[in-house]
């Protein structure tokens, strides 16, 4: 039996290892002290009453005979399905419930779509970037480009010129950049997309950060965009769902490509390797776009958007240049006095006791740049940025 | 951009679209008529006091900041996967929690898992068999070699001779046709698997409805089975979890093929396309393990097997050959008359208004032969049975 021999040409990621341990290391030398993490993505807020209430009912459902649930639909629940059709009305994205898939979270669907897709396509991924785009066609043993970004586009990768992708990565709000794409920078690689007959894998986990009315929440807001784009979304930061997973996966019908439709593959796919989301968890999910659960949600990434712009505004005060952190929960920054980011890294944990992402773990182009993240306590952020101000002074 | 052609050859498998279809326009032409459901292999029961239990506390425990849980372990929680390992002790097979990870469910992993392995590989799959077994290897790619069985083997199929094959699936408590492999069968497979330094993907989704002690419930109760067997589990039919998604893989670190540990790669797999089942779902799947959950679904198990008993006395009574139904919730008949799987469907359909599932459906080796299952209703299977009787005699 032979293994994928892909799997020996992953490169080793030990960038939240390392951090991990360098954090643990600090605190058994430093006792007592606190250490103020502005690294994790994750949320720390408690899911909405509206979303506890609905799992709490459908959890005593299950308990009774009359009410039970076993296998649902592959795809996710009607009920479901329809409460996402509904939400991209707001935005006027017209769906049908049959281009929705109800999944377990962005990151199994950003892999496991590639299954219905030929080995030999080449991948095209902007740089720095959520290190699991690339993983996931290295393992597949697809070429990969990269599409690198900088200060000069503000983090947003244009189409390249020389290249000819197959599969394009895009993600708005960026994760780690916080950037978010303009209607006409979306539009631009809607055109490259269908000149080169790639398609797009749009990671929309962010959408709901975005507070700019003219900022697409969907690649779908862009004309063609039905033809080229598949788009994977997720409740995790939405709605605190990082631990209770569900997200959602829209394949038009109107995505064809070599004849084959891809919507069709794709739910082959789920009904043979998937057995969908938890009944429990799509009611959870359901009642995030309640009124009640809109309302809730929105005071949530209020308070994280909050401590977001208690981060820029000390990143002005220090004229430090950044982007970031206004439709987005990521605020990227660029290293002061020419340090690597894991210098300023180590200098920002032994002297500020603040924790944060070194830029370099995202791929190239990171190098020189450092992700803060707005996830956290808002007392704990604001002094936390104090502390992150001297030491920059001090520098 | 190409796709991945290998899904045009996917049979279509009409086999549940085509019950559901003639099923529907029976009742249809017959409203109001009772109509007796021993096909689907979906349980009935609700979920037992203890798991709902745990699942309505988890989801509190959600709803409080101090509480609240984010992205846990891909690999899943260490209590769940201490709690696995303990139950293995149970049957005297020895894990380290790290070989042990919780997934979604056995569907997915029985698929997921060939990322893993080259699509070089071949697959010995046995006939009749559960369908997605054969289509996740056809979507790679891979050839398929089938392994016969039938009544001379009492439906369990024996390792070829002239055959090297190199990833091996099998069932047991075999869906669709109930059969145990013994120790001594198991161990034939085992030794064969390690001539061909093949590996077996070994489903033991119905472990829990094995009720003699001297028959395996897991294959590594044979020796040397932890260097060629990888083991795929789900709460599914143990516990009532068809709607609430939960199971486990095991991936003994000893599983080393061209000098790489499985276990290894696919953790890496996992971390990179998964994030872990939901926090609430491996509370209620904990809960199975407690004393109080083992009683309650026992007493669930006990419930079905008395629907399998009855199926099977009222074959016996007819003479009519069959296995399964004794450490099984599938009872697997030979028809009679030398009818055609579909032939006896629709008689017993349209004279007892019985539905069962044609052997057909699973494989060539399953034409004349018929699955009734025991997960529905007690008194609806004991009046399904009576006219099932009068049925076969009136033939």
Redesign the interface.
């Known amino acids: ?5 892909n ?2 040409n ?1 490169k080793n990621n030990y960038l939240f290892s390392t951090i991990a341990r360098k954090v643990t290391e600090f605190k058994r030398a430093n006792p007592g002290l606190t250490v103020y993490r502005l690294d994790i993505g ?6 909405a ?1 509206a ?2 209430h609905a ?2 009912a459908a ?2 459902e ?4 009359a ?6 639909p592959e795809q996710g629940h009607v009920f479901l399905r329809t409460a996402v059709q509904n939400y991209y009305k707001k935005f006027g994205v017209e769906l049908q419930t049959t281009e929705i898939f109800i999944s ?2 962005a ?2 669907d950003l ?2 779509f590639l ?7 080449s991948a095209l991924i902007p740089d720095p970037v959520y290190p ?1 785009y690339v ?2 066609n290295v ?1 597949l043993g697809r070429k990969v480009y990269i599409a690198p970004s900088g200060k000069e586009n503000g983090f947003k990768a244009a189409p390249p010129k020389d290249i000819s992708a ?2 394009i990565y895009l993600c708005s709000p960026n994760n780690p950049t916080g950037a978010v794409f303009t209607k006409a920078e979306l539009e631009a690689w809607v055109d490259y997309a269908k000149k080169c ?3 797009i894998l749009f990671d929309g986990a962010y959408e709901s950060f975005i507070r700019d009315p003219d900022l697409p929440r969907s690649i779908y807001q862009i004309n063609g965009a039905e033809k080229c784009a598949v788009e994977i979304c997720s409740f995790s930061k939405t709605a ?1 769902f ?4 569900c997200g959602y996966t829209i394949v038009p019908h109107s995505l064809v ?2 004849g ?1 439709e ?1 919507n069709k ?1 794709w739910l ?2 789920q009904c ?10 799509q009611r959870a999910a359901e009642a995030v776009f309640s009124e009640e659960g809109q309302k809730q949600i929105r005071a949530n990434i209020d308070y994280y958007m909050e401590n977001a712009a208690c981060i820029h505004n000390a990143l002005d005060e220090l004229k430090i240049w950044h982007v970031g952190g206004v439709n987005s929960p990521y605020i990227w920054l660029e290293i002061p006095n020419g340090l690597t980011s894991w210098e300023f890294f180590d200098i920002l944990l032994t002297k500020a006791n603040v924790v944060g992402t070194p830029g370099a773990g995202f791929g190239e182009a990171g190098e020189g740049f450092f992700r803060l993240n707005a996830f956290g306590d808002k007392e704990l952020t604001g002094a936390a940025m104090k502390r992150f101000a001297e030491t920059v002074k001090s520098l």
Chains 1, 2 share one sequence.
């Not at 299954?115 to 396509?121: F, G, H, K």
């Not at 990082?242 to 997973?245: E, I, S, V």
């Open positions: 039996m032979k293994i994928n021999a799997y020996l992953l994750d949320v720390t807020l408690p899911l009453g979303v506890t799992m709490a959890t005593a299950m308990g009774e005979k009410t039970f649930r076993g296998y649902g377990d979270g990151k199994s892999g496991n299954d219905i897709l030929s080995c030999e396509n699991a993983d996931v393992m197959d599969i007959g790639a398609l605190g990082t631990g209770t997973r490509f070599e084959a891809l593959l082959r796919r043979t390797k998937f057995n969908g989301v938890p009944y429990v968890v």
